[in-house]
């Protein structure tokens, strides 16, 4: 079993930075790509974007193209995601997933393993 634990959300001004982690323990052995996804009040879980197993590629949202950055760091098996220029419209839930392969695009049923996720709230 994999657990992943969201950290790094908070509030912060509209065109503020905030770099989310998310770090597993357990069987990371049995994972390999991660995404990011976000749900705002209201609305249905996004895709904002997801990284290789080894890190190497990335994969995001077109609406989140520019101002998300997603990185990997097997090492530590933790998975960051910097927001960049907040917008009140990013306020969300933001949740990390992982998956057993190497899947890392918008279906989040493809995703085996989930974490509880990190409130944002950006405030204008």
């Known amino acids: 079993q994999v657990r992943l634990v969201e950290s790094g959300g908070g509030l912060v001004q509209a065109g503020g930075s905030l770099r989310l982690s998310c770090a597993a323990d357990?069987?990371?052995?049995?994972?390999?790509?991660m995404g990011w996804f976000r749900q705002a009040p209201g609305k249905e879980r996004e895709f904002v974007g997801g990284?290789?197993?080894?890190?190497?590629?990335?994969s995001y949202a077109r609406t989140m193209k520019g101002r998300f950055t997603i990185s990997k760091d097997n090492a530590k098996n933790t998975v960051y995601l910097q927001i960049n220029t907040l917008k009140p419209e990013d306020t969300a839930v933001y949740y990390c997933?992982?998956?057993?392969?190497?899947?890392?695009?918008?279906?989040?049923?493809?995703?085996?393993?989930w974490g509880q996720g990190t409130q944002v709230t950006v405030s204008s």
């Open positions: 997933a992982a998956d057993r392969g190497n899947y890392f695009g918008p279906v989040a049923g493809a995703y085996d393993y």
């Open positions: 990284v290789s197993g080894t890190g190497g590629s990335t």
């Open positions: 357990g069987r990371t052995d049995s994972m390999s790509a």
